[in-house]
């Protein structure tokens, strides 16, 4: 009876410590329910340590959600996807424009991203986001800290403003993508099969260097 029970919590902080640093063969270790249960994905993000993979699967598993939800089949995981939209959201930061079109040479097109991971690019769709990093309620203006302190409403300083979790960063971006007509149209489209999504994080120079997300998701067919 011990052996099992130390056997359970092996596994249980297998899993846990996983989830903390995200690869890509861990798509493969976790159902859909078992992802959304990990501790990691309800934690908030801490920018500066960000883990991008953790954050790209909960943007990939949350994405299912609305497939299933509309009666679709789940996107299947492709790691060259992601690999194409993780490069595309990293780009957009580094080289700071916001655009499906990229400023950097041989990558211009999302077809042209597509065949540099050797990938068919006959059909190939994509969705990009901005939002704040924060769980921030739409028109209300906040109080900049200073030294690294905490985000507070202007309306009460006691109110703090929490970064994201992974998992209600996804849902936000997801939402809003969903909002939209031409991004739902590309995640409920069924001639896509495939998904892979990409995240990276920069101070809003034009918004006292608050956090920001780019999101990216990159989908394929057969």
């Given at each position: 009876m011990r052996t099992r029970f130390?056997?359970?919590v092996f596994v249980l902080f297998a899993r846990s410590?996983?989830?903390q640093n995200w690869i890509p063969s861990d798509y493969n270790r976790f159902t859909q329910t078992e992802f959304l249960q990990l501790a990691a994905v309800h934690q908030t993000i801490n920018y500066k340590k960000m883990d991008r993979g953790l954050l790209q699967a909960a943007m990939f598993h949350v994405t299912n959600l609305e497939r299933i939800k509309h009666g679709l089949p789940p996107f299947e995981h492709s790691d060259a996807i992601e690999r194409v939209a993780s490069g595309h959201a990293a780009d957009m930061v580094t080289f700071q424009f916001y655009s499906h079109v990229s400023q950097v040479k041989g990558k211009k097109t999302v077809n042209d991203r597509f065949?540099?991971?050797g990938l068919p690019s006959v059909l190939v769709g994509e969705n990009i986001s901005s939002s704040?990093?924060?769980q921030y309620q739409d028109g209300r203006k906040i109080n900049i800290p200073r030294s690294g302190g905490?985000?507070?409403y202007a309306s009460s300083k006691r109110e703090v403003i929490l970064p994201h979790t992974y998992l209600s960063y996804a849902k936000?971006?997801?939402r809003m993508w969903m909002n939209s007509p031409?991004?739902?149209k590309s995640i409920l489209n069924p001639?896509?099969?495939k998904l892979g999504c990409g995240a990276s994080v920069y101070g809003n120079k034009e918004f006292f260097n608050v956090p920001y997300l780019i999101g990216v998701q990159n989908f394929g067919g057969k």
């Open positions: 130390l056997f359970l410590l996983a989830a065949a540099l991971e704040i990093g924060l905490m985000y507070t936000e971006a997801v031409s991004h739902r001639l896509f099969t």
